[in-house]
């Protein structure tokens, strides 16, 4: 029995409750959905401005290598101790390299050619050589890596890096349909980067370029979107909150009036509920379903009232009925017992004796 009535237990919730939290769960889809689908499009929009510059940077810095001299130069000049050579053709191939990443200061530039082991490249030059200190890589320095594909790839044609540091890939060739570029991160931040191949006068490939670019910007903008929506969702979900609220409001008054003319009826005060319902006739200034249920409600309330009225009539003529009804039957009851019936036998004789009396004396 018990458990039963904890089954059949059941719990009230207001309709106005339920309209809020039916329109703050549609809010949050809809908002959510929304949100993904801005945070995508910024997102794609951002790696595709970067992809544009990324594409025009390593165009720009191909066309000015000499591929004559930078296959002279790494078949020719010899390191020093430092990493570095004394040979100006690495210099002067260094500085066009510099004079670009002053142009664009997000792009780390290089050149390499493939190495003799496995996985492995050997870079020539770097931009990072003319700081001060210098960064990057020195004068035919030996760098092995499982994912050399993009990097090889682009002693071919221009490539770009579409999967994440780590993932082994050949990376896809700029141009070719679904190639997009994709950031990957390391030790020094997040980057995005493209290869191309470096020819000589006679149209041979002789080595390539590599240049890194810096993809914070995208993680910039990512982290705008999200402190924006976060402002957006909270200034939108209080304002959602008092609107529906106050909408609710607006839906759910009619219905708790009639709920309370309903109760007024199961008390019998007839006069109270029709306050109520003629109160919310007079706040209703644009009528609707509700206003007409109102109508009906009072309709059904005078009809109620007026039934009532009557069988309170009738039930008072059945009690006068029933009532005359009960006298008569004692009566019957009385006049027909063996009692009153021997005594109006006697009542009789004690009459007839009388009128004896009264003939003998008249004669």
């Not at 910039?220 to 304002?239: C, G, M, R």
């Not at 609710?248 to 109520?276: C, H, M, Q, W």
């Not at 009906?296 to 009925?321: A, G, H, P």
Request: charged residues 25%; aromatic residues 12%.
């Amino acid at each position: 029995m018990n458990n039963e009535k904890k089954k059949n237990k059941v719990f009230f919730i207001s309709l106005r409750i339920k309209l809020l939290i039916g329109f703050t769960l549609l809010f949050t889809v809809v908002f959510a959905v929304a949100f993904y689908w801005f945070y995508q499009f910024s997102t794609d929009l951002a790696m595709q401005r970067i992809t544009d510059d990324l594409v025009n940077t390593i165009q720009g810095a191909a066309k000015l290598i000499d591929g004559d001299e930078f296959q002279a130069l790494y078949t020719e000049a010899t390191p020093r101790e430092d990493g570095y050579t004394d040979d100006l053709r690495y210099w002067s191939q260094a500085k066009l390299l510099w004079s670009v990443k002053q142009i664009e200061p997000r792009a780390g530039i290089y050149t390499y050619i493939k190495g003799t082991a496995p996985n492995e490249l050997i870079f020539v030059t770097s931009g990072g050589a003319l700081n001060d200190p210098p960064t990057g890589a020195t004068f035919m320095e030996h760098w092995t890596t499982d994912n050399v594909g993009p990097n090889l790839s682009g002693l071919k044609e221009l490539t770009l890096q579409d999967t994440p540091e780590g993932q082994k890939n050949n990376g896809c060739v700029y141009g070719t349909p679904g190639c997009k570029v994709e950031m990957y991160s390391d030790d020094f931040g997040s980057w995005v980067s493209a290869f191309a191949p470096i020819k000589n006068s006679k149209g041979e490939v002789v080595g390539a370029i590599g240049v890194d670019f810096k993809a914070d910007y995208v993680r910039e903008v990512q982290a705008a979107i999200l402190k924006k929506v976060y402002i957006a969702f909270a200034i939108t979900y209080v304002s959602l909150f008092f609107l529906v609220f106050f909408i609710s409001n607006v839906f759910t008054r009619p219905i708790l009036t009639l709920t309370k003319a309903a109760e007024k009826i199961g008390e019998g005060d007839y006069k109270g509920s029709l306050v109520f319902l003629s109160n919310a006739g007079e706040s209703s200034n644009f009528p609707d379903e509700i206003e007409t249920l109102d109508k009906v409600f009072q309709s059904m309330i005078d009809k109620v009232y007026t039934r009532e009225q009557s069988l309170r009539k009738q039930v008072e003529q059945l009690k006068i009925m029933i009532d005359d009804s009960k006298r008569k039957k004692q009566v019957e009851e009385i006049v027909e017992s063996e009692f009153f019936q021997d005594l109006k036998t006697k009542a009789q004789k004690i009459r007839d004796n009388q009128g004896r009396k009264k003939t003998g004396g008249e004669a």
